[in-house]
């Protein structure tokens, strides 16, 4: 019985952390900018929770949205450990690319 519960969980969580349309998160082109924040600065902060940044994201246009979020999700997971504590950062995935500054750009 327990074992009949598990299994859809265990496919529903799967469905959630890998697309099922195959969305291809291989990194094409990154830039991090040399000059990088400190842990504990207000910058930090707006980088940390997405907030206060100048930035943009792009998905293919023939991805679902969800299939989009997700693959900007793993641009910024990316970004995190590639990237870290950049003030800027231009990220490309073969689906997806996302763009942070503190600075107003134009895409």
Request: net charge negative; hydrophobic share 35%.
């Amino acid at each position: 019985m327990a074992l009949s519960r598990t299994v859809p969980i265990a496919i529903l969580i799967l469905s959630c952390i890998f697309p099922a349309n195959g969305v291809d998160t291989t990194v094409v082109n990154k830039i991090c900018n040399g000059n990088k924040y400190s842990d504990w600065s207000l910058y930090s902060f707006s980088v940390e929770w997405r907030a206060c940044l100048l930035r943009h994201a792009a998905c293919n246009g023939t991805l679902s949205p969800s299939d989009c979020s997700y693959c900007v999700r793993t641009a910024w997971d990316d970004v995190d450990d590639q990237c870290d504590h950049s003030i800027g950062v231009q990220f490309q995935l073969h689906d997806s690319r996302l763009r942070y500054e503190n600075y107003p750009f134009t895409e």
